[in-house]
């Protein structure tokens, strides 16, 4: 399962904390991936933040 996530720089931090706690993306039964599109690279610290615990990889694609 593929989630997209537009604008995750927006200050969003809550419901992206909501998504990332939900069971939705923590069965065992499906593969889920995020993508995350951001207008800028600026908010990559608050997202690797939200994903620490988590221990998910958080790599930037620059495209453009």
Known sequence: ???????????????????LSSSL???????????LTASTIDG???LRAAFTSLRADVRPL???
């Open 1 to 19: 399962m593929v989630i997209v996530v537009g604008s995750a720089d927006d200050g969003s931090t809550p419901e992206l904390a909501w998504l």
């Open 25 to 35: 993306v923590h069965r065992s039964d499906v593969a889920v991936r995020l993508l």
């Open 44 to 46: 990559l610290p608050t």
């Open 62 to 64: 620059a495209i453009g």
